[in-house]
């Protein structure tokens, strides 16, 4: 059997009473008191006033024996607030809000199942060290690199893989070709296109996507290098010079 008992308009903020009422919710009434007895807050006096109520609701009118009662419920809400002004400075004015509170007590003769106690705050874990990588690992990754070693040997004098610009020079070639037989290729646009590396018909003609969305925004156009045909007149002409 539950009982239950109420206290309206207490003058304290909830904010600061529900503390309390979490720290006795789930106890027997005898320890529940204990606590609230001990305790030097405002909050413990109100609680306890309602939970003597309740005890003697308990005792008088359902005939409940009071070591056997449970605390199952110790709530708190919000009341009414009062608004009140407080003069300040160049005429101004503060508010003041006094907040009132309704406590909530509610004492049962069924012992609580685990599930309604308040559970327990579990610890936070600290952050376990990264594992370091395996001596195996680094090993498999040397290779790599002599590979990529490798390939830039192959390049020929003064050039560079960009990735985003694929294969540039730092330096114009001594056999470099005349971009301007690509059509829809001025020397305005030869001027840009050395100036970014690009001195070949074969570093066009091997552009990849990525390339060409790069050099459409370096070049300040949209489009234009598909439309032209950009890379097969490349191909061609290079494949010519060659002989191929």
């Not at 009062?82 to 004492?107: C, D, E, M, N, Q």
């Not at 290729?185 to 030869?190: N, R």
Request: glycine share 6%.
């Amino acid at each position: 059997m539950d009982v239950t008992s109420t206290y309206k308009y207490a003058r304290i903020s909830a904010l600061k009473a529900r503390d309390l009422g979490r720290a006795i919710q789930g106890l027997p009434v005898s320890e529940a008191l204990d606590i609230l007895n001990f305790t030097p807050k405002k909050a413990a006096e109100l609680f306890a006033k309602t939970m003597k109520t309740a005890l003697a609701d308990a005792e008088n009118n359902f005939e409940l024996p009071l070591d056997g009662l449970f605390v199952k419920e110790a709530t708190v809400g919000e009341g009414p607030t009062f608004k009140r002004w407080k003069a300040r400075a160049r005429g101004s004015a503060a508010p003041i809000r006094k907040r009132t509170s309704h406590f909530r007590i509610v004492l049962t003769d069924d012992v609580p199942s685990d599930a309604e106690k308040p559970a327990p705050k579990k610890a936070k874990k600290k952050a376990e060290p990264k594992a370091k990588a395996a001596p195996a690992e680094k090993k498999e990754k040397k290779p790599a690199k002599k590979e990529a070693a490798a390939s830039k040997s192959d390049l020929p004098k003064g050039a560079r893989v960009d990735e985003a610009r694929g294969l540039v020079y730092d330096t114009a070639p001594a056999d470099a070709d005349d971009l301007k037989e690509i059509g829809g290729v001025g020397p305005a646009l030869e001027e840009k296109l050395n100036s970014f590396g690009v001195y070949k018909f074969d570093q066009v003609a091997n552009w990849s996507k990525e390339n060409v969305t790069e050099f459409d925004d370096l070049l300040s156009f949209k489009g234009r290098i598909e439309r032209d045909e950009w890379l097969s007149k490349a191909k061609d002409l290079h494949e010519e010079k060659h002989g191929k």
